[in-house]
C-alpha cells in the first residue's frame, strides 16, 4: 500500500532563517505531488505542484520554492523566512492528474 | 478559478443528531472530495465523488455534477465526529492540477 511521509511535524524558525520541508511517498511510482499551506483560520491553499522529477508549477507568488529531486521525493524550501510564512503545511499525492489526493500529516510552522 | 463555498460554517448538535453539510462549485470537476480534519490537523479522506452517491458506515455523500453542488450526511452523530469537514474540487477542464478548497464547516457534537 501506499503511504507519504511528512517531516519534521512542528518547526520554529527565526524571521530569515532558511527551511527545508520533506515529503516522500512510498509504494507507488510517478506520483503527482503537491504542497499546500493552511494559514490562520481553516482554508488550504495550494501552493506548488509536481507531475514528474524537475518539473514544479507554482499557484502563488510567494517566498518559497518547491523542488523534486527524486520521483518520490517532494522539497519545500525558502532562502529567507518571513512572519507571514507560518502556517500549516502539508504534502500529498494522487496517482495521476484529476485523481483522489492523500495528505501527509503536515508540518506546523511557526517563524518568530 | 473555481469557486468553492461549503455551509454551514459552523454547525453545533447532540450527539445522536443527524447533519447535512452542503459544498457548492462554481464550474464543473473531474475530482471532488470531503476530508475531515483531525484535532491533529491532519486530513483524512471520506470520499472520493465526483458524481453519485457513495456511503460508508453512518457517512454518506452525493454529488449532483449538473448543478455543481455536493452534500455530506453524518448519521447518529457521535463526539469523535467533531472537527472540520472540507469540500475539495479539481477543475474539470484543462486547467491547473490540484485541490481548491472550501472554507469548512466546523462542526461540534456535543455530549
Known amino acids: 500500500s501506499q503511504t507519504i511521509h511528512q517531516w519534521p511535524a512542528t518547526l520554529v524558525q527565526p524571521v530569515g532563517s532558511p527551511l527545508s520541508l520533506e515529503c516522500t511517498v512510498e509504494?507507488?511510482?510517478?506520483?503527482?505531488l503537491y504542497w499546500y499551506r493552511q494559514a490562520a483560520g481553516r482554508g488550504l491553499q495550494l501552493l506548488f505542484y509536481?507531475?514528474?522529477?524537475?518539473?514544479i508549477s507554482s499557484e502563488v507568488p510567494q517566498n518559497l520554492s518547491a523542488s523534486r529531486p527524486q520521483d518520490r521525493q517532494f522539497i519545500l524550501s525558502s532562502k529567507k523566512l518571513l512572519l507571514s510564512d507560518s502556517g500549516f503545511y502539508l504534502c500529498?499525492?494522487?496517482?495521476?492528474?484529476?485523481?483522489?489526493?492523500?495528505f501527509g500529516q503536515g508540518t506546523r510552522l511557526t517563524v518568530v | 478559478g473555481i469557486q468553492v463555498e461549503q455551509s454551514p460554517p459552523d454547525l453545533i448538535l447532540q450527539e445522536g443528531a443527524n447533519s447535512t453539510l452542503r459544498c457548492n462549485f462554481s464550474d464543473s470537476v473531474n475530482n471532488l472530495q470531503w476530508f475531515h480534519q483531525n484535532p491533529w490537523g491532519q486530513l483524512i479522506n471520506l470520499f472520493y465523488i465526483p458524481s453519485g452517491t457513495k456511503q460508508n458506515g453512518r457517512l454518506s455523500a452525493t454529488t449532483v455534477a449538473t448543478e455543481r453542488y455536493s452534500l455530506l450526511y453524518i448519521s447518529s452523530s457521535q463526539t469523535t465526529d467533531s472537527g472540520v469537514y472540507f469540500c475539495?474540487?479539481?477543475?474539470?477542464?484543462?486547467?491547473?492540477?490540484?485541490?481548491?478548497f472550501g472554507k469548512g464547516t466546523h462542526l461540534i457534537i456535543q455530549p
Open positions: 509536481s507531475v514528474g522529477i524537475g518539473q
Open positions: 475539495a474540487v479539481e477543475d474539470g477542464g484543462g486547467g491547473a492540477d490540484g485541490l481548491t
Open positions: 500529498a499525492w494522487s496517482p495521476y492528474r484529476k485523481a483522489e489526493a492523500f
Open positions: 509504494g507507488t511510482s510517478n506520483p503527482n
